[in-house]
């Protein structure tokens, strides 16, 4: 039996030009795979396909810009980039595959044939039917909104590699919605690219349970990469062992870039810097994007600094961003940087994943007349305490302490003495944050110092009343508001919801009896506990 798949409609406002095209231009996401996935926005005759019960029919093009165009294949090409298949818009790439090993994804304003009630549909399983059999996503329907387009047409491909709905319950097992709206917002707010993404900028391949019952869970990679399909990932490009860490290499202006694919959840790439003198390290860590707030990115960018001992000296991984920025003072050394793909507040790590680049820049400080610059910071109760060394030929001018919540956007916090080297304040934010010094020397010259993080303790975390819970009530005493998830021992979400300041119960509904997580986060801050359900 060949089931059909029918996606989610939006009603919306038509958001793009109408324009008429002839052919695209021809782009290819990873021409060495001999799979393929044809992304067709010029149009296409159906014939001698399942489709085709009614007699051929033929589909115009999408409507789409150039432009337009040019972003549904980097989004879609992104959606697939840990994987090797080659996301493509070349007839010719298409032609040249095995019959068995393609898909083409008809992008349409022709609907009618099929009526008003989809965004797209497919077949699931047919990528290996060899009929050309194609799937569709209809542009007109989703008001040429270029995020929609692209969410629906990584939607429908994926129904063709055996793919069903990602798909919400609640604690009794009762179905919410067959499709998995996601959760959270800006940046990081995430959905499964087989739920429904189109109000979530991160969407990611999941494991959670899918249309067909809360217990039967889908692994998205698993099945995307099954042996019937002839594909599995793409070749590992990085190395994560110290002795073959790919090193960086340096310009005459002290500058690198380096690019890479987290390609599975357990991918680590590793990268070699070699500094000669006391330097100013800077690095950002950026997952591909389209645009702005990292519009289309796959991955939730960590990086690890670590010395030439192995030794960690710093881990950076912003909570309500998906890149990552150092801004620090190294003394003469090897470091290594090691890039992972993580989970944040609201997405899963399982999903993390794709490419990313790393700007680099070590400037040589012993140049600048400073021999040493280097903060540090501690918790004493409710208090942030900041101590600071500077060792330096040049007289200070002016010294600013400047602090963030998300290690990118840095505002003034106070302008001390120029003579102290200590400062102590009560922070009203309870997240955690970033310090750092902003030295102006008499020359004018401006230096910062390394960043340090500084979180809040214990007392001001949720906690469970007990860990043994003999009924399907758990109690939390919590300082503030805060997000959770229950979590099984193999990783997979059962509950989810919010509990306010003061003492709430999180209902447990019908889990077994059990070890259990529960994560409490409030956006930034993340913290852990064990339960048991007797």
């Known amino acids: 039996m060949k089931n059909l798949y029918k996606s989610l409609l939006l009603i919306l406002a038509l958001t793009g030009a109408i324009v008429t095209k002839s052919q695209v231009t021809e782009l290819n996401s990873y021409p060495a795979a001999s799979n393929v996935i044809l992304l067709d926005f010029n149009g296409h005759t159906v014939a001698g396909t399942m489709w085709n019960v009614n007699g051929t029919f033929t589909c115009n093009s999408s409507g789409l810009s150039d432009a337009a165009i040019t972003e549904v294949f980097n989004r879609v090409a992104e959606d ?3 994987f090797n298949i080659n996301i493509t818009t070349s007839e010719t790439k298409y032609n040249a595959a095995p019959f068995n090993k393609r898909m083409r994804v008809v992008i349409t304003t022709s609907h009618e044939w099929y009526g008003t009630g989809a965004g797209g549909v497919a077949y699931i ?8 059999s194609p799937c569709f996503v209809f542009s007109a329907l989703l008001g040429y909104s270029i995020k929609n387009v692209a969410e629906a047409a990584s939607h429908e491909a994926g129904h063709t590699l055996g793919l069903r709905h990602q798909s919400s319950y609640d604690a009794a097992c009762a179905k919410l919605s067959d499709y998995n709206w996601g959760q959270g917002s800006g940046e990081i707010g995430w959905a499964p690219i087989m739920g429904a993404g189109y109000n979530q900028n991160l969407t990611l391949w999941n494991n959670g349970p899918n249309s067909l019952g809360c217990g039967v869970i889908q692994n998205d990679l698993s099945v995307i990469t099954n042996a019937t399909n002839g594909f599995g990932y793409r070749t590992d490009d990085h190395t994560d062992v110290y002795a ?29 810097i070699t500094v000669p003198k006391f330097s100013r390290l800077q690095l950002n860590a950026i ?5 702005t707030g990292n519009s289309g990115s796959d991955l939730d960018v960590q990086v690890e600094v670590l010395d030439g001992s192995f030794v960690s000296v710093g881990t950076y991984n ?3 961003l998906l890149s990552s920025v150092i801004d620090t003072f190294v003394n003469a050394g090897t470091y290594y940087m090691r890039i992972d793909g993580k989970g944040n507040i609201f997405a899963p790590e399982y999903g993390s994943l794709g490419s990313y680049s790393l700007q680099v820049t070590a400037t040589d400080a012993t140049i600048l007349g400073i ?8 918790l004493d109760g409710d208090m942030h305490t900041l101590s600071w060394l500077i060792d330096a030929d040049e007289p200070i001018k002016k010294q600013v302490i ?14 001390p003495n120029n003579s102290l080297r200590n400062y102590s304040y009560h922070p009203l934010d309870n997240r955690p944050l970033l310090y750092r010094i902003h030295l102006t020397f008499d020359n004018l010259k401006e230096y910062y110092s390394n960043v340090i993080t500084i979180r809040q303790g214990n007392t001001l975390k949720p906690q469970l009343v007990g860990n043994m819970i003999p009924g399907n009530t758990v109690t939390v005493s919590s300082p503030s508001n805060y997000y959770y998830q229950i979590i099984d021992q193999s990783g997979r979400m059962l509950l989810k919801g919010t509990i306010e300041k003061g003492y709430s119960s999180i209902s447990l509904g ?21 339960f048991i359900k007797k």
């Open 510 to 530: 019908s889990i077994n009896t059990g070890i259990y997580i529960v994560r409490f986060t409030d956006g930034e801050q993340q913290w852990s506990e064990k």
């Open 318 to 320: 912003p909570g309500n």
């Open 125 to 132: 399983n047919s990528f290996t039917w060899g009929d050309n």
């Open 80 to 82: 697939y980039r840990p």
């Open 244 to 272: 073959t860490a790919t090193s960086a290499i340096f310009n005459s202006s002290g500058q690198a870039t380096l690019s890479g694919v987290i390609e599975k959840t357990d991918d680590k790439d590793l990268f070699k």
């Open 371 to 378: 021999r040493r610059m280097e903060l540090r910071g501690r």
């Open 402 to 415: 400047e602090v963030s919540n998300n290690g990118i956007n840095y505002t003034p916090l106070d302008q």
């Open 287 to 291: 997952p591909y994007n389209v645009g």
